[in-house]
């Protein structure tokens, strides 16, 4: 019986630590609730994903199928958004302000280009440019970059 009583406050205390990262709870069953929503293309019905399940700096951000899992969810703090999965944040890559920018994950430092806000729509960054997927490509591993906000269809988000 102690056995079990162990194994039960140390999967709680797992579970309070988790909670306590934002990066979820464990359920009775054993499976991960997240904590972060959706980043989704109204255009394809895509979520914004860091590909390949990558943690590290650098990790290329791109369009897939939405499937709801840690790669998909993105949570928020004060401007960025944290992915779920490796606790880093949507970047501009180099601090790039210049259109066509592409993006990618980086550890959370709170500067310009991880700075993020909706406009309507519009998911726009602090340099007022919009997170777009060039050429309209509604294809999974579709690419993600900074562009000029016109209001185009490739360039509508929702959270889901």
């Known amino acids: 019986m102690r056995g079990y009583m162990a194994k039960r406050v140390a999967g709680g205390l797992g579970a309070l630590v988790l909670a306590g990262a934002g990066l979820g709870t464990a359920s009775a069953a054993g499976e991960t609730e997240q904590a972060g929503v959706l980043l989704v293309s109204k255009m394809s019905n895509q ?37 779920d ?7 501009i890559n180099d601090a790039n302000g210049a259109t066509g920018a592409g993006l990618n994950q980086w550890t959370c430092h709170g500067g310009s280009p991880q700075q993020w806000f909706f406009n309507g729509s519009e998911l726009r960054n602090a340099n007022n440019k919009c997170l777009t997927v060039p050429a309209a490509n509604r294809f999974n591993g579709a690419a993600v970059v900074m562009w000029d906000c016109v209001g185009a269809a490739d360039q509508q988000w929702q959270i889901g």
Not at 48 to 76: F, I, K, Y
């Open 85 to 91: 999965h490796s606790g880093k944040c949507l970047d």
């Open 47 to 83: 979520c914004l994903e860091v590909r390949g399940g990558n943690l590290g700096d650098g990790g290329s951000v791109a369009m897939w199928s939405c499937t709801g899992s840690p790669g998909q969810r993105w949570s928020r703090s004060d401007l960025d958004y944290r992915n």
